[in-house]
């Protein structure tokens, strides 16, 4: 087997990245943040109204565990992305 053969799944990986980090720099930040806000959006709002409309989870999803879901959400997920980017950005 040759080497081109023995690493194909390295050589598409190490392609596929760069042609994405290619195109990351073509296009805007303010385009990508605005698709994957939409992006994530759209799924809470799925999440959301699917629970909130079955009659076994709209009760407690709406009352108990939505607000503390979303807090859950926010103070680690959340939380912990900006502190990554700050970190990121420390040494600029």
């Not at 194909?8 to 698709?35: E, T």
Request: glycine share 12%.
């Amino acid at each position: 087997m040759d080497m081109l053969g023995m690493f194909q799944g390295w050589w598409l990986g190490v392609g596929g990245s760069a042609v994405a980090i290619w195109a990351m720099k073509k296009i805007p930040n303010d385009h990508i943040k605005m698709f994957f806000m939409e992006m994530g959006n759209k799924i809470g709002m799925a999440i959301t109204l699917g629970l909130s409309k079955w009659s076994w989870s709209a009760k407690m999803w709406n009352k108990t565990i939505e607000p503390y879901f979303v807090d859950l959400l926010d103070n680690t997920m959340g939380s912990f992305i900006k502190g990554m980017i700050d970190g990121l950005h420390s040494d600029n």
